[in-house]
């Protein structure tokens, strides 16, 4: 299958500072990113789709401007979480998909922990 | 994208097969159904996938019913490294892939 290369897989910030995690697809092009966020116990919500070049689409009660993704080339993403207070802390994931793909691939996913 | 139903938990005797049912009674002519699952802490894994045959690969078969409202994914013979939640999907082609609770499996020695 597709290698999917997301990093960090922890961090660990203090309240009010921004945290970026980096999506990286690394044997195909990523036309379009999607953007999961996991609470513990919970099952995986779609935060945002983004699409090379363009810029996001976001889920109802997702803030753009707190959780700004950018993805500028067809093998990278980033999702920035800005701001970051202790109700920000989740499991994201990142979904890189070929415009004419089959499938999806996720990637390893960060675990996000504001003190 | 369509809502799938699956039973919440499910357990299994290690070395057995593992059938695993989900309903998807509103499916589109042009959405696939998808299996995937996610280990504690890591993202979830692509197992399998069909449109209105049945499918089947080194992880698993998918079995899919004629009318397309419901498929059952088979583990031939579940090990304990298969207990996971396991996620069936329904959505188009490169779409974007809505997860519902999923199916928490128990393999067992």
């Known amino acids: 299958g597709a290698v999917v290369s997301q990093h960090p897989s922890r961090v660990i910030c203090k309240s009010g500072t921004s945290v970026k995690i980096e999506c990286r697809s690394l044997d195909f092009q990523a036309t379009t990113m999607f953007w999961y966020r996991q609470f513990p116990k919970k099952s995986l919500m779609l935060m945002a789709t983004s699409n090379e070049g363009s810029k996001a689409t976001y889920e109802q009660g997702v803030e753009k401007d707190k959780f700004l993704i950018n993805h500028a080339s067809l093998t990278l993403s980033t999702l920035t979480v800005t701001s970051a207070h202790p109700e920000d802390s989740s499991f994201y994931i990142c979904?890189?998909?070929?415009?004419?793909?089959?499938?999806?691939?996720f990637g390893q996913g960060t675990r996000l922990t504001v003190v | 994208d369509a809502k799938t139903t699956q039973p919440p938990s499910m357990d299994c005797a290690e070395g057995r097969a593992a059938n695993l049912p989900c309903n998807h009674s509103t499916i589109s002519g042009n959405e696939y159904v998808y299996w995937y699952r996610q280990i504690h802490s890591q993202g979830p894994q692509y197992i399998i996938h069909g449109l209105k045959n049945n499918e089947t690969n080194e992880m698993a078969s998918l079995i899919i019913t004629e009318d397309r409202k419901s498929s059952t994914l088979i583990l031939p013979h579940a090990t304990l490294r298969d207990t996971a939640v396991y996620y069936c999907?329904?959505?188009?082609?490169?779409?974007?892939?809505?997860f519902g609770d999923g199916t928490t499996l128990t393999v067992k020695p």
């Open positions: 979904s890189p998909s070929e415009h004419v793909g089959t499938e999806a691939f």
């Open positions: 999907i329904v959505k188009a082609n490169a779409g974007k892939s809505t």
